[in-house]
Each structure stands twice: as structure tokens, then as C-alpha cells.
């Protein structure tokens, strides 16, 4: 089955500094991928649609300029929080999107804590 | 706008019992994914209904969707403790493109 590795699986970083997570999509090729930020005890929220190639639209209240994402082939997407601060601590999720036969592939998450 | 709505969002229940999780969704919907998250884990997927009157079941859970009434159910059988979780259901489609919209999940508590 399709399957997206999201690395790192947690990650502590000190206020003020960017921190990166990558998402790879390792047996197909992953022309969408969704970015989505989790609160403790909620839904998932859609942050961004990136697409191979092309700018990632942004959700309305996303930063764009905070919130860096770089899909820059078919098997690699990945999400920069710049300036990290401690409300932006969350779990994040990638999901490769709108597979025929899989639907969506959701990625394992990271557990983002700012202090 | 696309909006998906759950009920109920918090769920306890006694083994053995049986169970129905609601999911409404507000416009025409391509596709109606149910997911299942543990704590501290991302989502595993359970089902995908793609066409009104589909039902699909695994093991104790049987997931059926109404596109005239845009209705999905998610039904519990037999509950055991094994299945407490938080249930998603997620729709797109319409003006939303391929953009999964999430209802807003619903905490599942099987008791002993």
C-alpha cells in the first residue's frame, strides 16, 4: 500500500529557532500533499495544499511567511515552522492526497514542542 | 463551505454494547473517508464510501453512507475495550476540491 514516512517523530526546539519536518512519499509518487496541525483534544486543521513544482496555497490564517512548505519533487514535501514559538506547539500531519485506489495516506505526525 | 458534523463527541460505553456514530456533511461530497486516531498517533484509515448506499464492514465496525440525506454511520458491534479511540469522518468534494474536511471527531470509551 502507499505509505508516507514523516520524519521527526517528535522535536523540541527553543524558542525562536525554525525547525523542518519532511514527509516522503516511499512507493509512489505524491503530486498533492496536505499539511495539518492538530490541537490537543481537536480536529485536524488544514494548514496547507502544496502541489510538486508550485507554490503551496495556504489555508485563510495561515502565515505563509512562518509556515514554509517545499514540495520540490514527487516524493519529497516538507514544512518549516521559522521563528518557532511556543504557540506553535502541536502535533503535525502530512497526508498525500486523492490516491484512486488508497484515498489519502496519512503520515505518522510530529509532536512539535516550542519552549 | 464544506462542514462535516459528528455526534456524539464523546462516547462511553460498556463491552459487549452496540453503538452508532453519526457524520452530516452540508454540500455534495465525492467521497466519505472514516478514520480512526489513538492518543498520540496520526490517522489509520477504516473505510472509504464512495457511492450512496455503500456499506463496507471489519471486524466490528460497519461504516454506511446516505449521499441523498448526506448522512454517514459509523456502527459499533460487540464493542471491546480495544476499540476506544477517537473516530473521524471526513468528506471532500464540492468547493473543496480533493481538501479533506474533517467533522470534528468523536472520543470513543469502551469500558470493562
Known amino acids: 500500500g502507499a505509505v508516507v514516512s514523516q520524519h521527526p517523530s517528535w522535536v523540541i526546539c527553543k524558542s525562536g529557532t525554525s525547525v523542518k519536518i519532511e514527509c516522503r512519499s516511499l512507493d509512489f509518487q505524491a503530486t498533492t500533499m496536505f499539511w495539518y496541525r492538530q490541537f490537543p483534544k481537536q480536529s485536524l486543521m488544514l494548514m496547507a495544499t502544496?502541489?510538486?513544482?508550485?507554490?503551496?496555497?495556504?489555508e485563510q490564517g495561515v502565515e505563509k511567511d512562518k509556515f514554509l512548505i517545499n514540495h520540490a519533487s514527487l516524493t519529497l514535501s516538507t514544512l518549516t515552522v521559522t521563528s518557532a514559538h511556543p504557540e506553535d506547539s502541536s502535533f503535525y500531519i502530512c497526508?498525500?492526497?486523492?490516491?484512486?485506489?488508497?484515498?489519502?495516506?496519512f503520515g505518522s505526525g510530529t509532536r512539535l514542542t516550542v519552549v | 463551505e464544506l462542514k462535516v458534523e459528528q455526534n456524539p463527541l464523546f462516547l462511553s460505553m460498556q463491552e459487549g454494547k452496540n453503538y452508532t456514530i453519526y457524520c452530516n456533511y452540508s454540500?455534495?461530497?465525492?467521497?466519505l473517508y472514516w478514520y480512526r486516531q489513538d492518543p498520540g498517533k496520526s490517522l489509520e484509515s477504516l473505510f472509504v464510501l464512495l457511492s450512496n448506499g455503500a456499506v463496507k464492514q471489519e471486524g466490528r465496525l460497519m461504516a454506511s453512507l446516505d449521499t441523498k440525506a448526506r448522512l454517514s454511520t459509523l456502527h459499533i458491534t460487540a464493542a471491546v475495550h480495544d476499540l476506544s479511540a477517537t473516530y473521524f469522518c471526513?468528506?471532500?468534494?464540492?468547493?473543496?476540491?480533493?481538501?479533506?474536511?474533517f467533522g470534528e471527531g468523536t472520543q470513543l470509551t469502551v469500558n470493562p
Open positions: 497526508s498525500a492526497g486523492g490516491l484512486v485506489d488508497y484515498g489519502y495516506t
Open positions: 502544496s502541489n510538486e513544482g508550485s507554490k503551496a496555497t495556504y
Open positions: 471526513a468528506v471532500n468534494g464540492g468547493t473543496s476540491g480533493s481538501r479533506l474536511t
Open positions: 454540500t455534495t461530497s465525492d467521497r
